[in-house]
């Protein structure tokens, strides 16, 4: 969700971008954050077997940690938008009674209100392009994390040529601040992560701008609703030629360090 973006125009929570994305709000969907967790070397069940504790860095409406809690996963979702933390929250009431309940707490990634140590699993999907300031993003959740914590990123990124944020787009876009894969994954390794896999997933990209356009929107508000001004796409194709979906599996390693 987003970080620091004016708060006039908030992608996520734009009529057009909810009924393109569904309640996932990204690319992909649970099908995603499943093919990402089998990439971590976890796979879950709804019996709770797995027992872990696992935090949702921007859980938005609330997708990601309600399906992780349906597999017996103690959850906490956080997110700054109250209003996303409510519907999060009402899907809450929903879920079978033998799920642990999720909690839901307003925070931003750049400072998580969790203690040190304290998670198994943190899963970062569409967030890290959002933030003002990633070095810090994923310094807090090396903090958070146990020793061995397995790290979900999934993620809009650039295509080639190195990471060149583009603070001055606005908007609330993922792809102004994109990087690319190698950056992304310097930035990991930067703060005690071993990179274990990264699969480009790019089709889930063009497939949820092609529901943008084709739900009643246009080319020029496709550029609008990804932010896009500043890159100058010159179509919907250049868009999506520029710009890729990436996830990558991590684990926090024994020298991991935070401040």
Do not use: N
């Amino acid at each position: 969700m987003p970080h620091d973006v004016d708060s006039s125009f908030r992608l996520y929570e734009q009529p057009e971008f909810r009924a393109a994305s569904g309640l996932s709000l990204r690319p992909g969907g649970e099908a995603m954050t499943r093919r990402g967790l089998a990439l971590c070397g976890l796979t879950l069940r709804p019996d709770g077997a797995a027992d872990l504790e696992a935090l949702d860095i921007g859980c938005g409406a609330g997708a990601t940690a309600l399906w992780l809690a349906s597999q017996g996963v103690r959850v906490t979702g956080i997110d700054p938008s109250s209003d996303l933390l409510s519907e999060a929250a009402r899907g809450a009431a929903a879920l079978p009674a033998s799920a642990p309940p999720p909690r839901f707490v307003s925070g931003r990634a750049e400072r998580l209100p969790l203690d040190d140590s304290s998670q198994d699993l943190a899963v970062c999907e569409c967030v890290l392009s959002l933030t003002t300031d990633p070095d810090s993003a994923v310094a807090e959740t090396a903090r958070v994390l146990r020793p061995d914590g397995a790290f979900l990123v999934a993620d809009v990124y650039e295509r080639g040529g190195g990471f060149a944020r583009r603070a001055s787009c606005g908007g609330g876009s993922c792809l102004a601040g994109a990087m690319s894969a190698p950056a992304l994954r310097a930035l990991l390794e930067r703060h005690g992560f071993a990179v274990l896999a990264e699969e480009d997933h790019s089709r889930a990209l063009a497939e949820l701008a092609a529901r943008l356009v084709f739900g009643g929107g246009s080319l020029s508000g496709l550029a609008r609703w990804l932010g896009a001004d500043c890159a100058a796409p010159a179509s919907g194709r250049d868009l999506v030629r520029r710009f890729g979906y990436i996830v990558m599996a991590a684990r926090k390693t024994a020298a991991a360090k935070h401040t």
